[in-house]
């Protein structure tokens, strides 16, 4: 048998395995019971998203007063040369700092939380607002090229739903708007937790309802005709209700001028997204229900008999996340396909900690796709296999399927008997 080469950048198990077999994997873990994809930064970038990484060098380039700033208050630590800081735990620890300001009445300090934490906010705010031409002009022809890579992603990710299984489910550490445009444009229903038509709160037992075809018969009329969307860390457009408690969601036409505003003048603008840092001190008062119930979800879904998880543009920077993920493969039916394209070499260690530690479990159960451009999203996308593709071989499958049962059934006979 021939090595994989090394710009495959495939493992299964902990063992190089060919590219061309990653297809063939990715066909039957689509067909399990439960599937889901979770997203991280670098899935954004497609559709004019930033990373991590990139954010930072933003604020790094254009706003070095915030930075000296954070330095000096000790809102960063000590960080190897290139390395990027966490900006969302930051952007937490800030929030804090700020409660304790005005609590204690300090005006100046006050003051400068709330114009750096305004300054970092602003930049975020602008990686994840995406082309400007998907708020204006989202039926454009340039525009569904941009989100071309999401549309075929969900797609794919619809038809590989057979009658009677669950609705697929995206789970994301991304606030921009990405998924619900391209579900849009494709006619999905999207499940994010929200209900209402001019009133959109947050209910979290609408993840636990679905649509079905009454025009439709037996299981048929169950099928999949929605997607379950998770998103793990808040969103531009959630925001939280003048009463304080409530968590709303804004459609995208009734932001666009808060959010160019805040962009344009974070220092004077009262735009305030739901962008979720747990570890911040409006987290109890305000959205600890709703993250909780985010992460219930996740959480949920990991421990479900015969589950795919398919992670992309995710840098593994969270350790409260990765600690689900691990804890998900307790689960003996869980498959993990991981890409990510910091990792270049089947034969060097994977530079994320957390990963190689996966890959050394040496679980079948766990494939991971490296090598740069080939794990980035519109890759991972172009991988699932078209439910086209993948239908022509359900007639033969059946049939054999059905053979095989028809020779169980037969009587034995005896041995005297046997022809």
Request: charged content about 25%; aromatic content about 6%.
């Given at each position: 048998?021939?090595?994989?080469?090394?710009?495959?950048?495939?493992?299964r198990?902990?063992?190089?395995?060919?590219?061309?077999?990653?297809?063939?994997?990715?066909a039957?873990?689509?067909r399990?019971?439960?599937?889901?994809?979770?997203?991280?930064a670098?899935?954004?970038?497609?559709?004019?998203?930033?990373?991590?990484?990139?954010?930072?060098?933003?604020?790094?380039?254009?706003?070095?007063?915030?930075?000296?700033?954070?330095?000096?208050?000790?809102?960063?630590?000590?960080?190897?040369?290139g390395?990027?800081?966490?900006?969302?735990?930051?952007?937490?620890?800030?929030?804090?700092?700020?409660?304790?300001?005005?609590?204690?009445?300090?005006?100046?300090?006050?003051?400068?939380?709330?114009?750096?934490g305004?300054?970092?906010?602003?930049?975020?705010?602008?990686?994840?607002?995406?082309?400007s031409?998907?708020?204006?002009?989202?039926?454009?022809?340039d525009?569904?090229?941009?989100?071309?890579p999401y549309?075929?992603?969900?797609?794919?990710?619809?038809?590989?739903?057979?009658?009677?299984?669950?609705?697929?489910?995206?789970?994301?550490?991304?606030?921009?708007?990405?998924?619900?445009?391209?579900?849009?444009a494709?006619?999905?229903?999207?499940?994010?937790?929200?209900?209402?038509?001019?009133?959109?709160?947050?209910?979290?037992?609408?993840?636990?309802?679905?649509?079905?075809?009454?025009?439709?018969?037996?299981?048929?009329?169950?099928?999949?005709?929605?997607l379950?969307?998770?998103?793990?860390?808040?969103?531009?457009?959630?925001?939280?209700?003048?009463n304080?408690?409530?968590?709303?969601?804004?459609?995208?036409?009734?932001?666009?001028?808060?959010?160019?505003?805040?962009i344009?003048?974070?220092k004077?603008?009262s735009?305030?997204?739901?962008?979720?840092?747990?570890?911040?001190?409006?987290y109890?008062?305000t959205?600890?229900?709703?993250?909780?119930?985010?992460?219930?979800?996740?959480?949920?879904?990991?421990?479900?008999?015969?589950?795919?998880?398919?992670?992309?543009?995710?840098?593994?920077?969270?350790?409260?996340?990765?600690?689900?993920?691990?804890s998900g493969?307790?689960?003996?039916?869980?498959?993990?396909?991981?890409?990510?394209?910091?990792?270049?070499?089947?034969?060097t260690?994977?530079?994320?900690?957390?990963?190689?530690?996966?890959?050394?479990?040496?679980?079948?159960?766990?494939?991971?796709?490296?090598?740069?451009?080939?794990?980035?999203?519109?890759?991972?996308?172009?991988?699932?296999?078209?439910?086209?593709?993948?239908?022509?071989l359900?007639?033969?499958?059946?049939?054999?399927?059905?053979?095989?049962?028809?020779?169980?059934?037969?009587?034995e006979?005896?041995?005297?008997?046997?022809?």
């Amino acid at each position: 048998m021939t090595e994989p080469s090394k710009v495959d950048v495939v493992v299964r198990g902990g063992q190089p395995m060919k590219v061309e077999e990653l297809p063939g994997h990715l066909a039957l873990a689509l067909r399990l019971e439960n599937v889901g994809v979770f997203l991280g930064a670098g899935a954004s970038v497609p559709a004019g998203g930033k990373t991590m990484k990139a954010i930072w060098s933003e604020l790094l380039a254009g706003s070095p007063a915030t930075v000296k700033w954070l330095r000096d208050g000790n809102f960063l630590e000590e960080m190897e040369e290139g390395a990027t800081p966490n900006i969302e735990a930051i952007l937490g620890d800030v929030d804090i700092a700020l409660h304790d300001a005005k609590r204690r009445g300090d005006a100046k300090q006050v003051a400068d939380l709330e114009t750096h934490g305004n300054t970092i906010r602003a930049v975020v705010v602008s990686a994840v607002k995406l082309h400007s031409i998907l708020w204006d002009e989202r039926k454009s022809e340039d525009a569904r090229r941009i989100l071309e890579p999401y549309h075929r992603l969900l797609a794919r990710l619809q038809g590989s739903r057979q009658p009677g299984q669950s609705a697929p489910w995206v789970f994301t550490t991304n606030y921009d708007l990405s998924i619900e445009w391209a579900a849009e444009a494709l006619g999905i229903h999207v499940v994010n937790g929200f209900s209402g038509l001019h009133d959109r709160r947050f209910q979290p037992n609408a993840f636990d309802l679905s649509l079905q075809n009454t025009q439709a018969t037996g299981e048929a009329r169950f099928g999949s005709y929605n997607l379950n969307l998770v998103k793990l860390h808040g969103s531009l457009s959630w925001m939280s209700a003048e009463n304080g408690l409530d968590v709303i969601e804004r459609s995208c036409d009734s932001i666009r001028e808060d959010v160019d505003g805040f962009i344009a003048s974070p220092k004077s603008s009262s735009f305030d997204p739901l962008l979720i840092q747990p570890t911040a001190a409006k987290y109890v008062d305000t959205v600890g229900f709703v993250y909780g119930e985010m992460i219930r979800r996740l959480t949920e879904f990991l421990s479900r008999s015969n589950t795919t998880l398919i992670v992309c543009g995710y840098s593994f920077g969270d350790n409260h996340l990765n600690r689900l993920i691990a804890s998900g493969l307790l689960n003996p039916t869980l498959q993990l396909i991981i890409y990510t394209p910091e990792w270049g070499d089947v034969e060097t260690p994977i530079p994320n900690t957390f990963l190689e530690g996966l890959r050394l479990l040496g679980s079948p159960r766990i494939i991971i796709r490296g090598g740069g451009e080939a794990a980035y999203l519109d890759r991972m996308s172009n991988d699932l296999p078209d439910p086209a593709m993948v239908d022509e071989l359900s007639p033969d499958a059946k049939r054999m399927l059905s053979n095989l049962a028809k020779s169980l059934s037969k009587p034995e006979l005896p041995e005297e008997e046997t022809p």
